[in-house]
C-alpha cells in the first residue's frame, strides 16, 4: 500500500502570509495526486489535481507542484477562510489504490 | 449539476452488516466515472473504503477488503456499500463519491455508529 506522509500535522499561520503543506509518498505515484481542504462539518472539497492543476473555482493563491515523491500544496497569501485541515490524495495506477495522507491543520496564529 | 445523497440506517449494532446507497442526480453513472465509499472517523483522517466503475469492475482497500462489498444499479442511478461484522471502529462519517482518480463531486455525508 501507498503511505502518504504530511507535514507538519499542524501549521500555525497568520492571516496574509504564506503557507506551506508538503506530502511524501512512500513510493512514485508520478503526478496522480489531489489535494483537498475540509472544513468542520463540510465534506472535502477538490483545490488540486494531477499534482498542479487547479480545480473549477479555486482561487489563484492556491499551487500545487511536485512528483514522484515529493509533493507541495502553497496558499500565498492566507484568507480567513483558509484556516481548515488539508489532506492529499493519491491514485497511482498499480497497485489499483487510492490512499489519502494524515491531513494538515492550518490554524491561526 | 451533480449531487450525490447518502441513504440507510444511522445506527448499526456490532457484528452487524452496514448498508449505505448512494443516490447520484444530474449525472448518468453508466457514463463512466469511479463511484467510491470513504470514511472518516471522528476527529480523524479520511479514508478510501473502495470503488467501482460504471461497468462494475470493482477496487477494495486491503484492509477492508474482507468485509466490504460495493455494487451499482444503473437502472436506479444508484451504488450501494456493505460493510459486514461491523465494530465500534467502524463509527464514522461515510461519504460517496464520484472520482477519475481525485473525487470531484462528494456527497454530503453521512455518520453510522456502531453500538448496540
Known amino acids: 500500500e501507498i503511505v502518504l506522509t504530511q507535514s507538519p500535522a499542524t501549521l500555525s499561520v497568520s492571516p496574509g502570509e504564506r503557507a506551506t503543506l508538503s506530502c511524501r509518498a512512500s513510493q512514485s505515484v508520478s503526478s496522480n495526486l489531489a489535494w483537498y481542504q475540509q472544513k468542520p462539518g463540510q465534506a472535502p472539497r477538490l483545490l488540486i489535481y494531477?499534482?498542479?492543476t487547479r480545480a473549477t473555482g479555486i482561487p489563484a493563491r492556491f499551487s500545487g507542484s511536485g512528483s514522484g515523491t515529493e509533493f507541495t500544496l502553497t496558499i500565498s497569501s492566507l484568507q480567513s477562510e483558509d484556516f481548515a485541515v488539508y489532506y492529499c490524495q493519491q491514485s497511482n495506477n498499480w497497485p489499483p489504490e487510492w490512499t489519502f495522507g494524515q491531513g494538515t491543520k492550518v490554524e491561526i496564529k | 449539476q451533480v449531487q450525490l445523497q447518502e441513504s440507510g440506517p444511522g445506527l448499526v449494532k456490532p457484528s452487524e452488516t452496514l448498508s449505505l446507497t448512494c443516490s447520484v442526480s444530474g449525472y448518468s453513472i453508466s457514463s463512466g466515472y469511479y463511484w467510491g465509499w470513504i470514511r472518516q472517523p471522528p476527529g480523524k483522517a479520511l479514508e478510501w473504503i473502495g470503488y467501482?466503475?460504471?461497468?462494475?469492475?470493482?477496487y477494495y482497500s486491503p484492509s477492508l477488503k474482507s468485509r466490504v462489498t460495493i455494487s451499482i444499479d444503473t437502472s436506479k442511478n444508484q451504488f450501494s456499500l456493505k460493510l459486514s461484522s461491523v465494530t465500534a471502529a467502524d463509527t464514522a462519517v461515510y461519504y460517496c463519491?464520484?472520482?477519475?482518480?481525485?473525487?470531484?463531486?462528494w456527497g454530503q455525508g453521512m455518520l453510522v455508529t456502531v453500538s448496540s
Open positions: 467501482i466503475y460504471h461497468s462494475g469492475s470493482t
Open positions: 463519491a464520484r472520482a477519475e482518480g481525485e473525487v470531484d463531486y
Open positions: 494531477g499534482a498542479s
